[in-house]
Structure formats: structure tokens, C-alpha cells
């Protein structure tokens, strides 16, 4: 049962535009959402998180949005930058007694010049 | 660099055979994460421990076993390897005081199993 979702594996867009990255979960029970963006032959990196009590967080160039009814979150990067271009994973945490994390599958960003 | 040390890099074997695969946090962080990714999918959690003792288990198979020492390395041991385990695992600390939302994660070991 995949708790959390990336529907699209991929996504291309124009350097300078938004790039819109999006997550659906189930479980109504997370009470913390990160993404993470992963190049190549390297670990995951952490940009940016946002507690189920919030609707908004933003740092810089990225923002998160949490929809707690549809159960739906989604990264905005503006301006893009090819710099960006990675695979972008969104992760939950159950909170509780363990920090463990539950990822999608990731989605490819290409940002194009 | 996350300051996750991860050893070795890359590791090739023959179905059977046991590997270790270890994993040094950041300096302080008492947690440490297991994940298993494999070709084209999400980061799958293996297991947690927090300050030298177990605090989560995830999808990890039997033949699978980890623990965290008192210098608070870890190693992940896997046993009776077959095809499929053929994966990337990552390693990740976080924390203190207990463990905190954010998670730093090593470079990762690339196991191919032939």
C-alpha cells in the first residue's frame, strides 16, 4: 500500500518559470511533510518541510502547500533554474515514537535553459 | 556534504554470499536511519536506531540485520543475497535531543548482486 504519491514520474519546464511538483498521501495520521531532491550518485538533500498544522512554508525560491482535506501537498520552485533539474522525493513522518520517513517515488525535474 | 559517511561506495557479489555496509552520522546525531532504494522506486525504510538500540523496523527482510554501536556508527548487514537485493541503501542520522524532523543522508552503498 503506497501511502505516499508522486503521480508524475516526470516533469520539464523553462528556465525562469515555476516549476509545480506534487504529492498525494493517505494517511491521515503524518504530521510532518519533507522534500528532498536527489542528483545523481549522491543522497537525498533536504529543502524544505512543513507541520500538518500549517498550510504555507515557504524558503526562498521554494514553497510547500499542504491541503489537509484532499490530502494533497505540492512544491513550487520560482524561479527555476537548470540548476534544479533532479529527481525530487516527497517524504512523511508519522511522528510519534520513531522519526522514520516514508517517501514517494520521486519525480525527475528538468529544467530547460 | 551532509556529513554521512557511508562505506563502501560500491560493493559487487555473488548471490549467497553476506555483506556489511556502514554507516558513521553526523557528529551528534544519535539516530540512524536505514533505506533501501531500488531501481526506479521511492526510498524504502529498513529500520531506526536510536543511541545504540532499535526503534523502528520497517519492510527489512530476515535475512537483513543492523546495529548501532556505542561510537554510534552503524552497519547493516545482508545475508543469503539474492538478485533483488541488488539496490541502493542509503543511511541517515538525525537529531538531537531525541530525533529531529529532518534527516541527513549519506551518499549511499550501491550493492549489485550477479
Known amino acids: 500500500d503506497q501511502q505516499v504519491k508522486q503521480n508524475s514520474p516526470s516533469l520539464s519546464v523553462q528556465e525562469g518559470r515555476i516549476s509545480i511538483l506534487n504529492c498525494d498521501y493517505t494517511?491521515?495520521?503524518?504530521?510532518?511533510f519533507l522534500w528532498y531532491k536527489k542528483y545523481p550518485a549522491e543522497g537525498p538533500t533536504f529543502l524544505i518541510s512543513i507541520s500538518s498544522i500549517k498550510d504555507k512554508n515557504e524558503d526562498g525560491r521554494f514553497t510547500v502547500f499542504l491541503n489537509k482535506s484532499a490530502k494533497h501537498l505540492s512544491l513550487h520552485i520560482v524561479p527555476s533554474q537548470p540548476g534544479d533539474s533532479a529527481v525530487y522525493f516527497c517524504?512523511?513522518?508519522?511522528?510519534?515514537?520513531?522519526?522514520?520517513?516514508?517517501f514517494g517515488q520521486g519525480t525527475t525535474l528538468q529544467v530547460k535553459p | 556534504d551532509s556529513g554521512v559517511t557511508q562505506t563502501p561506495k560500491h560493493l559487487i557479489t555473488a548471490t549467497g554470499q553476506r555483506v556489511t555496509l556502514r554507516c558513521s552520522p553526523r557528529s551528534g546525531d544519535l539516530s540512524v536511519y536505514w533505506y533501501q532504494q531500488s531501481l526506479d522506486q521511492g526510498l524504502q525504510f529498513l529500520i531506526q536506531?536510536?543511541?545504540?538500540?532499535?526503534?523502528a523496523k520497517g519492510n527489512i527482510l530476515e535475512r537483513f540485520s543492523a546495529q548501532q554501536f556505542p561510537d554510534l556508527h552503524s552497519e547493516l548487514n545482508l545475508s543469503s543475497l539474492e538478485l533483488g537485493d541488488s539496490a541502493l541503501y542509503f543511511c541517515?542520522?538525525?537529531?538531537?535531543?531525541?530525533?529531529?524532523?529532518?534527516?541527513?543522508f549519506g551518499p549511499g552503498t550501491r550493492l549489485t548482486v550477479l
Open positions: 494517511n491521515s495520521m503524518f504530521d510532518y
Open positions: 541517515a542520522s538525525s537529531g538531537p535531543p531525541v530525533w529531529g524532523i529532518e534527516q541527513f
Open positions: 536506531y536510536y543511541n545504540g538500540e532499535e526503534r
Open positions: 517524504a512523511a513522518s508519522e511522528g510519534g515514537n520513531t522519526g522514520k520517513l516514508i
